[in-house]
């Protein structure tokens, strides 16, 4: 099936999967990195305690981390 991909394509399906998987974690990276830079835009500002801020940025690092592996499942 991948041979047939391939010359129907002209791509070869691992190297597809991986620039996929490449650009899917670009994105989620970006979008972690925004969200963290609002946790401590709001930290800063006063509008979030230390205890909230740090519990917000445990809950962006676990979906991060399930994003990532959801990805290169």
Do not use: H
Not at 34 to 45: P, T
Request: glycine share 4%; proline share 1%; charged share 10%.
């Amino acid at each position: 099936m991948a041979t047939a991909f391939e010359v129907g394509s002209g791509v070869d399906p691992s190297l597809l999967k991986v620039t996929i998987q490449l650009i899917a974690t670009g994105v989620v990276l970006i979008v972690f990195a925004w969200v963290m830079v609002q946790i401590f835009a709001a930290y800063q500002s006063n509008r979030a305690t230390v205890s909230e801020a740090v519990t917000s940025s445990l809950k962006a690092t676990v979906i991060l981390c399930l994003l990532v592996t959801v990805v290169f499942w």
